[in-house]
């Protein structure tokens, strides 16, 4: 079975959608499932030679946001012209931008089917890019948006129940099937947690408490900021890892600086994810995740699969992660509760062990085969529906009554 998947954002742009991508991508093989991903090209990045199934798309910059590329609608036209004499059975779109539209005239030009995955809950997003606009306008641009671009489909992926819940609240009503990320857990066995902390000027005293994502206004990381310095008054050998990289890194840097608590904050930025982040996640004791805006939290996953006791606040997508609290602990939006919830924590090591073996246990139930087996299950019945009927005429005629 030949996909064609379709997305505004891929490697080298770090973020959950890519991630997604990238380990659907590597599991799908093994369900008879050949992907051919179109992405923007991204000027610098070399790419991987042995990867010809990636069609990179010139792209420019976009205005006010220097880590993404939007594809040159120009050469997108042009597309049906490079895929032609290539059999493709639907397409998969994961971005509702550019993708969205050239996804959906591909496969419509094709007579197949169209699919998309709603990563992002952008109706929580807008108004930290967009603080022009109103609140509620922006709020009511982006359920339109969002309706009339699903509803033009054959089938949604949403990655969580609480994303489901979002989109019919919208009135989408094309079909919409729950499918979360799985995680690849070979990657997060272990990690070098002396050789991390060595490399970071981590002394062995302290207990640290980590992020791991993009370092973004939505992720509500000032929150935490707040809650560790609360947390340090009942924990000083606490020290915060902030790891990844995005816009509200410098406004962060400011705030730890007014708080007087710069010098117990290490902003560790971008980290591969072959062997460093495994490294970040064997080098903490407690994972903290204060955003309220995910529609999944694959890096919640992550961190439990190495066995990291995890905080958070059961918000969106996160809650069916952090609710069953097996390895986790919800954690109320507050930051002096947060905060002396980290304390407490890292205060008590005979429950981190027991947090540490749930975790674990927990994550193996999202391994990334599994996820992948029913995604490679929904294209082929989308795939079947949109056939037409065979007619099977009958050897001998049929005596009328």
Same mark, same amino acid.
């Given at each position: ?27 799908? %093989? ?27 798309? @010139? ?12 594809? /040159? ?8 012209? /490079?895929? #032609? ?8 779109? #994961?971005?509702?931008?550019? +993708? ?12 197949? @089917? ?28 982006? /359920? ?10 054959? +089938? ?5 129940q609480a994303m489901r819940n ?8 094309? *079909? ?7 995680i690849p857990l070979e990657k ?24 791991? %994502? ?39 840097? /400011? #705030? ?48 439990? &699969? ?8 059961? &918000? ?42 749930? &975790? ?8 990334? *085969?599994?996820?992948?087996? #029913? ?27």
């Open positions: 079975m030949n996909i064609l998947m379709i997305s505004d954002v891929y490697f080298p742009r770090i973020n959950g959608v890519s991630t997604s991508i990238q380990t659907f991508r590597e599991t799908l %093989g093994a369900e008879g499932v050949q992907v051919t991903l179109v992405a923007p090209e991204y000027p610098g990045a070399s790419g991987d030679p042995d990867d010809d199934e990636v069609i990179a798309i @010139p792209s420019r910059r976009v205005p006010f946001d220097p880590e993404d590329r939007l594809m /040159r609608r120009g050469d997108l036209a042009r597309l049906s012209q /490079r895929l #032609q004499g290539r059999h493709f059975d639907l397409v998969h779109v #994961q971005t509702p931008f550019v +993708a969205h539209y050239a996804g959906l005239k591909l496969a419509r030009a094709r007579g197949i @089917p169209c699919l998309a995955t709603y990563h992002t809950h952008f109706e929580e997003y807008f108004h930290h890019y967009l603080p022009i606009l109103p609140r509620p306008f922006a709020r009511l641009l982006t /359920r339109r948006l969002a309706r009339s671009q699903c509803n033009a489909l054959d +089938a949604v992926v949403v990655p969580s979002a989109l019919q609240d919208y009135g989408v009503t094309k *079909p919409l099937h729950v499918l979360p990320t799985g997060f066995t272990r990690g070098d947690r002396q050789g991390f902390r060595q490399r970071y000027g981590i002394a062995d005293g302290e207990a640290v408490a980590l992020y791991v %994502g993009r370092v973004a206004l939505e992720k509500n990381l000032g929150f935490l900021l707040e809650a560790t310095r609360h947390a340090l008054a009942r924990h000083p050998a606490l020290r915060l890892v902030i790891a990844g990289e995005g816009p509200a890194l410098a406004g962060l840097k /400011r #705030q730890a600086a007014a708080l007087g608590i710069e010098k117990k904050v290490l902003f560790a930025g971008y980290l591969d994810r072959e062997q460093e982040l495994p490294d970040c996640y064997a080098a903490a004791d407690l994972f903290t995740f204060p955003s309220k805006t995910e529609t999944q939290g694959l890096v919640l996953l992550e961190a439990m &699969a190495m066995g990291l006791p995890t905080l958070g606040i059961p &918000a969106m997508g996160a809650a069916e992660i952090l609710g069953p609290q097996r390895g986790a602990v919800c954690a109320p939006d507050n930051a002096a509760d947060f905060g002396a919830l980290i304390a407490d924590l890292l205060g008590d090591s005979k429950r981190l062990r027991g947090l540490s073996t749930d &975790a674990r246990n927990f994550a193996c139930e999202w391994a990334a *085969p599994e996820r992948a087996s #029913q995604l490679a299950t929904l294209y082929r019945t989308l795939r079947r529906l949109a056939s037409p009927p065979r007619v099977i005429r009958p050897s001998t005629p049929i005596q009328s009554a």
